[in-house]
């Protein structure tokens, strides 16, 4: 049996480290920054892949694979798009290596220079555009409504597993419209759709609002985002949105005629989420004793394991877990049966919690006897007996029941640790002792941001979209403001 | 409505080309060599990748994520693979661009060079042995079954999209096994499910069998290979599955405690199939009208289109469309209604020809009186009336034949150019004429197969596995042999 984690009240940033190794789900490659996923995690961004994936589907949009490399010169086409994302970035030089003449081993070759340097895509509207500059012409080719599942590479100094690594995997939709109001639907339209899937899938509520120019998406006239509250209190930006104007049809020239011939450039959005997902996820739900995961996303749903004292006993036992494995899974419910007689039953109760299994399905010959199991679930660490008679039934309605719990804990936690405040003093406690979010008055600059900002390290998580309309002063200069904004240490 | 393709008798390759742009499947990027897959193409590529990743997984893979990034160093350590792969690819030199000083632009910072170079990855055998080191322990590790679905680059200085680009999808299965016998056995199998999928999913007959040493690939000791036959005659590899020995675990040494603590080298395979295979479905169904497909892999299997003259026939073709479609769908066939007003059905009827559609159903007001529609199936280019009663049963037969059909289609094709040659004059006809594969009679030498290549540019696409032991001597060299190979012209 593996040691214990480190409990997260003594360090909780060493505790989701050690969590996300020891539950297998991912790992540091030999390559600076980026990560390997391994079949466990990789399991559970398939099944947030899938969900995501259907509702972009029944929302119009279809898939469609862009380039992973973009000429530099692309780049410098939208002003402020080349300020955010080609500073930091994985440049390609050379398409060639070749042996070294001293017999040393292989050197990249001087003679296979690229006359332009290929940048490994940190996101794609440039590239895409540069394609939609083809593909429109008229109002008939529009809206255009798709979608990529890429992996993407930023160049991260400090890099963390699925929190912040260089290359990451994520899908990028880029949509194309006739009309501004038409992109902002639509823009709008994908953060509810993400909004929905956190909270419903991940069961993790978030907040929805729009970023402060300070916070957008280089390139976006209006960023929309979900954010999501972890477990010690500090924001997790969880997906965006964005309404990007014309600024990329613009710097790619792309313009369309409407029915009277009448030329204009296109409106455009983009949105995105990654395997960060994954991080907000594990921080979200897990516990000391390893993953906690809404069973909407385990990939195991339910483990079974017998209890016995000989080979008779073993084999009835199989028998019965098969026979209720079989009616479980008839009705959609992912069974896993641990017959494994080489590991002692308290060795198997560890790994499944670790690896955070939402129900544990015990039996042994005296509940056999009894027509009754021993049911435990993972998120309150409780257990219970249950008849055998109706079993189904009662162990779907207990996978429901954890995925609620889980959003309603995460809920309460986000609402106990948010605070309103009204003056600097209480702003300052909140972050840095109650470390939660503060609900605060701002006057709206970008100096008051930063100069909190360098203050505190909080930023203006966003402006919630369901903001009260308030007179009240900017807890920082005492300026007018009209609402509040949510600020917070984050991710 | 657009012009007509070039026939495939006038320019075989010309009509491949136009065929993939027109029909919406791929085009060429802003960068060289790099394709666009646009949403058509992308979707037909889904229902490969969904086929295939069920029979990964009903044969006990999991998915994986590797990073893109391979250390040059890596390479050097497999001394085949590092002259099979590691000299034409893309190198990644330096992790930041800046302001150019005479403000020209954004330059490569050169004070931000990577202490060793990045290869992005032709292949991934090397960070995946160089991560199985750290899994793998004992006995009770192995064995590992892991696939991954990614992209991958190799440098191309002729490309064509779907057959050879530089960047391209695929997926690469990776295995870690106890025994020589069982990591055989696991790269064997895998070429059965490659060759049941091309057969019965894609209606691709394929020829399955062994590469020779000199076609294997670098680092494997075993290639096995599926072989297929395009409309010219030529030879398409679409898939292969390979048995790499301990020649990956050497390299990286990754050793397994046994049941009695000895410890011994690791037995690999990797085997992988790619958006080349869009190429191979292309070239083995398609016409001078455009794309053909198999129902399995259509992304809309029936399209339906109403005749009419004026809003009230309309209104009731639409209504009666819709609630056959209805039929059609509840028995999982994929239906699009194309009641778009604003064009022709001439027009619908070409695009949907192009497109590959393999059923379509058409009604006007005197086919609803007769309770009627006009089917017409897309590999004939044939159509009948079918009366309403019935015709989910007779789509649903319709598109089984039309697959079972198109898979004849190719077989008998194949079967028609393949030609058992026994003189060298016989041999070179068949290459050079009548452009087919020669089964012909091989001394098993390098030196030979060489030889061959030179002359005519034929290689021996593979050793067939079901291979009859008979006596004869090699057509060029007329050394002794004992069975025939199979030579072909190759993409």
Redesign the interface.
Known sequence: MSEKLTPRHEDYSRWYNELVVRADLA?Q???RG??????YG??IW?KMRDYLDASFKATGH???????????????KEASH?DGF?????????????NAEDGS??V?DPEARLEE????RPTSET?IW??YR?WIQSYRDLPIL?NQW??V?R?EMRTRLFLRTS?F?WQEGHTAHATREEALEEARRMLEVYADFAEKVMAVPVIKGFKTANERFAGADETFCIEAMMQDGKALQAGTSHFLGQNFAKAFDVKYADKDNNMSYVWATSWGVSTRLMGALIMTHSDDSGLVLPPALAPIQVVMVPIYKNAEQYTSLVAKMNETAAALRAVGISVKIDDDDSQKPGWKFHEYELKGVPVRMVIGPKDLEKNQWEVARRDTLTKEFLPDEGIVDAVKALLDDIQQNLYNKALNLRRERTYEVNTWEEFVDVIDNKCGFALAHWDGTSETEEKIKELTKATIRCIPMDMVEEEGVDILTGKPSRGRVVFAKAY
Chains 1, 2 share one sequence.
């Open positions: 790992e490659s030999g390559v980026c990560m390997v996923i391994k079949p990789y399991a398939e279809q898939n469609a694979y862009f380039p992973i490399f973009i000429p530099k010169s692309y780049f410098t080349v080609a500073k930091e970035c994985a440049v390609v030089t050379h398409y060639r290596l070749k081993g292989i990249v340097e290929l940048i490994v590239i540069d394609t083809r798709v890429a992996n590479v160049w290359e995997l």
